[in-house]
Each structure stands twice: as structure tokens, then as C-alpha cells.
């Protein structure tokens, strides 16, 4: 999805509340498309997943502060950008392997009853 200049504000404003944007008619789709059995989900978990960018981009920047004016260290916009991009993935990806875990943990403890 690529973000248009004019979206960028209103981004902007939806981090800082920390308030997530509705999610694109066209990525809701998408996602109702490749994972049908969770389309009641949908919304939640973009919720979710906005608080945890933000909460990831809160604290990018502040380490990406304290490392220029501790250590006089410059950071280019493609180096913030790919430091974020790197961290947020890390951390969903870490979400992902314990929702996955606790689903299977539910599953096999309603089975076994």
C-alpha cells in the first residue's frame, strides 16, 4: 500500500492518538479473501496491530534521539525507515508465534476434556 502526501497528516494525527485509521476497503478485502475462516476478526486485530506500530515507532525515535545526542550518531530517513520497518516485523512476528501458540494450547485443552 503506498501512502499518498495528502493521507500523511491524517496518519500522522491517528499515531499520536495512538487511534487506528480505518483500514483500506481494499487491504480488508485482501485479508477477508486469504484468511476467510477470521473475517469477523478483521477489525480487531488491525487495532492490535496499529497500537503496536505505534507503540514501535515511539520508541525508534526515541532510541534513534538518544543515539544522536549521546554518540553523535546520524541517522538517514532510509535507515530510520528500514530500523522500524525491521523492529515492527520482529515484534508481530513474536505476537503472531504466541497468539498461534495459545490457539493450539485453547485447542488441545478442550480436547483433552
Known amino acids: 500500500m503506498i501512502v499518498q502526501p ?4 491524517a496518519y500522522k494525527a491517528a499515531v499520536l492518538s495512538r487511534t487506528a485509521p ?3 476497503p481494499g487491504v480488508r478485502a485482501e485479508i477477508g479473501r486469504l484468511f476467510p475462516d477470521t473475517a469477523g476478526e478483521i477489525g480487531r486485530a ?3 496491530i496499529w497500537w503496536i506500530a505505534c507503540s514501535i515507532y515511539f520508541a525508534t525515535l526515541r532510541a534513534q ?3 544522536w545526542v549521546h554518540n553523535h550518531e546520524e541517522t538517514t530517513a532510509d535507515q530510520a525507515k528500514s530500523e522500524l520497518r525491521q523492529k515492527l ?3 508481530l512476528q513474536a505476537v503472531a508465534v504466541r497468539e498461534y501458540r495459545l490457539a493450539r494450547d485453547e ?3 478442550n480436547f483433552s476434556g
Request: hydrophobic fraction near 40%.
Open 6 to 9: 495528502a493521507q500523511l497528516l
Open 107 to 109: 485447542d488441545d485443552y
Open 22 to 24: 480505518d483500514l483500506p
Open 89 to 91: 516485523l520482529r515484534l
Open 65 to 67: 534521539r538518544s543515539r
Open 46 to 48: 488491525w487495532v492490535r
